[in-house]
């Protein structure tokens, strides 16, 4: 696939996709989820990844005839998948910050 910068019609829709977004909206338009949004979404995929954790060892449990070991071993790696996906997510808002911070010392610069 390549970039979509690169056909035209990708483009358009593109363009026609964010002018009914911003109709939509009422001239609104915001892309980026809002800090408490990202903040609950973090606690969901903790608890989404010791859930789904969960379930698995204790189907394979049920299923192999075997006492706790797979569902200790599917907890832990639940929750070790909740802990990588909540550290991605708060690197992904500090480099946005960053960015942001750097941003604003460069139009301070240029002021």
Known sequence: MGNFEDDPK???LDERLSQARQKALGGKVEDRPSPMGRAFRMGIDLVAGVG???VIGVNLDGWL???PGFLIAFLFLGFAAGIRNVVREANK?????ESGLQGQADKADKD
């Open 65 to 67: 005839d075997t006492s």
């Open 52 to 54: 789904v954790g969960l």
């Open 93 to 97: 808002m500090q480099a946005e910050a």
């Open 10 to 12: 990708l483009k358009a």
